[in-house]
């Protein structure tokens, strides 16, 4: 099944201790996103990743890091949290790009206290 | 900078009720635009993609315009069902790299 996976689902931390949500896709999609998700602002794209080795920065950059190291797997990686990154976090990927019909996993609800 | 906007932020209607939801983008440079519906504890799901040459793009009881000149997308939703309350939102492509997200409107169907 094609499908999108991230992992945890839920997860509640504080503020400092490292975190890695992990994705992966089944799909040799060449094309990966992250976004968060927050009431009263909609999606925003925090990276993206147009292939293995390339990743850069969407709207909201700032406390994420990225890599893209195998074709399938996209990890968001958060080196010192703080509460303003509690959130619900969605990743994406397409065939080629942004301007594709996008798959989604079923996300990551994230509180840091 | 490419904003969208959705309007309603809510809405509910009985079931049967033909129905449209409005997207409207500021940009009209615009590669595609996509709807997608949001589950309750899931992620997205792609409904429909627009080209930016197309007017409309249709699949079952789903009909989505697009007025590119205008800035605004319409999704009309045919005699809508309680299984259709969701999430709706919508999403402007400029080019590869990302797409730019409208807030959703939070559409509920009564039976």
């Known amino acids: 099944e094609a499908q999108v996976t991230q992992n945890p689902r839920y997860l509640i931390t504080v503020t400092g201790k490292k975190l890695t949500v992990t994705c992966s896709q089944n799909m040799n999609h060449e094309y990966m996103s992250w976004y968060r998700q927050d009431p009263g602002l909609g999606l925003r794209q925090i990276y993206y990743s147009m292939n293995v080795e390339v990743t850069d920065k969407g709207d909201v950059p700032e406390g994420y890091k990225v890599s893209r190291k195998e074709k399938r797997n996209f990890p968001l990686i958060l080196e010192s949290p703080s509460p303003n990154q509690t959130s619900l976090y969605f990743c994406?990927?397409?065939?080629?790009?942004?301007?594709?019909?996008?798959?989604f996993g079923d996300g990551t609800r994230l509180s840091i206290l | 900078k490419q904003e969208v906007t959705q309007i309603p932020a809510a809405l509910s209607v009985p079931e049967g009720e033909n129905l449209v939801l409005n997207c409207s983008f500021t940009d009209s440079a615009i590669y595609n635009l996509q709807w997608f519906r949001q589950d309750p504890g899931k992620g997205l799901t792609s409904l429909l993609l627009i080209q930016s040459s197309q007017r409309e793009q249709t699949s079952g009881r789903l009909n989505a315009s697009l007025d590119k000149s205008s800035g605004r997308s319409t999704l009309y939703i045919a005699a809508s069902q309680p299984g259709d309350s969701a999430t709706y939102l919508c999403a402007v492509s400029q080019g590869a790299q990302k797409l730019v997200f409208g807030q959703g409107t939070r559409l509920t169907i009564n039976p």
């Open positions: 994406a990927s397409s065939l080629y790009g942004g301007h594709q019909p996008q798959h």
